[in-house]
């Protein structure tokens, strides 16, 4: 099912936005519950992982059901298509395209047959051996089929769901378990059938996936634990590295199906999961006042007030004027109801300086020295624009602290990092990046810092954007976006 006319939306400005991860994934197994609506409050609650995109998939037990558009969550779903979808298993999916175009068809969940029914299909991450899985495709399904999603342009998640469908084994978890050894790359999955819902994780866990159960006896399964929070889930435990899940009415069941070896993305932690998650053991609010705190050791500097980048870069800024004895305050003010439009400014419009998202407290800022806080930077073009406000506002000093490392590598497992050449801290120092951003001082935080922040173990954890130490190796094609060099810094 598809409703409006599917038009793609777009940010304001779409070289001025922060690093986008993948998508948000659903799954619950519930016959004493309205599933679709259960999935579309997860949906709401992982809406941060994914704007393009929302689609819910359900299952009576002898037909599958999709209702899939272009959009937010709440732009997508409305009381009647959720009441359509009826059934006592579900697959929901918020997406941010990182591999296939940006289009309805490539929205999820994707649908496609098996020897023995449906296969409705949500993912979060990257793949990075699609060309070895469409040789598996057309080994499997037939060269027709690998021309066919090649001149399309199928999404890594489509090639998943036709393989799942190949022919050789009736039983899909069967089919499963001989599959994802030959997947490679970050892939957090949520899948069913006509009556079983499957999660699978890969070995590295990049990305987060967990387990949770419903007082009526249901199970659901989430990226974040916030998604079981708002559907009255208790948390039970994450889906391991390398695990696959299958849950029916016989309970939950676990197969190993590669060795886990740990590298979860560290920044989860310092910018795409929501504060109120917890990841491996570790609040996440608690892991982002920590880098604050530690980016204040690091990086001191006499100042008034200590203010954040509006919403990312507040439990860093807490922590920074906490450790430092400065004044906390806002100094900007955002539009909560700013976020996706189909509207674009025009150049004029943008020599205007149109603020829609962000703009100075001036009272708050006017004659002091400022401390402010954010998460990383990308291209640099959000804190430039930040910095020439506050000044314009009457800032006397503005001071940048960044609560990540300098990103000098772009993502290959489901984050949308800008090519090396756009990346601002790429062959750049630290003291020419703070010229370009026209600040008066610039201190980013150690790796060190960081990842203690994090209470994980550093083999533990992928901090490939910052190092350029890839736990999964990159894919073929992309291999000419990593020939630049960095610079120290």
């Not at 590598?409 to 984050?415: A, D, S």
Request: hydrophobic share 40%; charged share 20%.
């Amino acid at each position: 099912m598809r409703r409006g006319d599917g038009r793609l939306t777009h940010e304001l400005d779409p070289q001025d936005q922060g690093p986008q991860d993948a998508c948000g994934v659903f799954g619950i197994w519930a016959p004493q519950e309205e599933v679709a609506k259960l999935t579309y409050f997860g949906l709401y609650a992982l809406q941060h992982r994914g704007q393009e995109s929302a689609g819910i998939a359900t299952s009576t037990g002898d037909k599958i059901l999709v209702f899939k558009d272009m959009g937010l969550v709440s732009q997508v779903f409305d009381e009647g298509a959720l009441e359509a979808l009826q059934g006592h298993i579900a697959v929901g999916h918020a997406r941010y395209s990182t591999t296939g175009a940006s289009t309805w068809a490539n929205a999820q969940p994707t649908l496609g047959p098996t020897a023995s029914g449906t296969v409705a299909l949500g993912h979060n991450g990257n793949l990075t051996n699609t060309h070895r899985l469409l040789e598996l495709v057309e080994e499997r399904l037939g060269a027709d089929r690998r021309a066919d999603m090649q001149a399309r342009g199928a999404s890594d998640t489509m090639i998943v769901t036709a393989l799942l469908g190949a022919e050789g084994h009736g039983d899909l978890a069967a089919t499963a378990i001989e599959l994802l050894p030959h997947i490679e790359g970050a892939f957090s999955l949520v899948f069913m059938d006509e009556t079983t819902l499957y999660a699978a994780r890969d070995p590295q866990g990049v990305r987060p996936l967990v387990l949770g159960e419903l007082e009526s006896g249901g199970w659901v399964v989430a990226s974040e634990t916030p998604a079981l929070d708002i559907v009255g889930a208790r948390v039970v435990r994450e889906i391991e590295p390398g695990e696959f899940v299958t849950i029916d009415g016989d309970g939950v069941y676990s197969q190993r199906f590669a060795q886990a070896d740990p590298k979860g993305c560290v920044f989860e932690f310092v910018y795409l999961a929501r504060p109120d998650t917890t990841i491996s053991g570790r609040s996440v609010h608690a892991a982002r006042l920590e880098m604050g705190r530690a980016l204040a050791r690091e990086h001191p500097v006499e100042a008034d007030l200590v203010m954040p980048t509006p919403e990312s870069g507040t439990p860093a800024a807490v922590g920074y004027a906490q450790e430092s004895g400065i004044p906390f305050g806002q100094g900007l003010t955002k539009n909560a109801y700013v976020g996706r439009t189909f509207i674009q400014p025009s150049q004029t419009l943008r020599q205007r300086g149109i603020r829609l998202k962000l703009n100075p407290l001036r009272e708050q800022i006017e004659g002091k020295r400022l401390v402010v806080v954010d998460d990383s930077i990308v291209r640099g073009n959000t804190q430039r624009a930040i910095v020439q406000m506050l000044r314009d506002a009457g800032a006397a000093e503005v001071h940048v602290r960044i609560s990540s490392p300098p990103v000098q590598w772009p993502c290959f497992y489901g984050i949308d990092f800008a090519t090396r050449e756009e990346l601002a801290a790429v062959g750049h120092t630290v003291d020419e990046i703070r010229d370009q951003l026209g600040a008066d001082s610039l201190g980013y935080i150690s790796a060190d810092g960081m990842i203690a922040a994090t209470e994980q173990a550093q083999e533990r954890l992928c901090t490939a954007c910052f190092t350029g130490e890839y736990p999964i190796t990159p894919p073929v094609n992309a291999r000419h976006l990593l020939a630049i060099q960095p610079v120290e810094v």
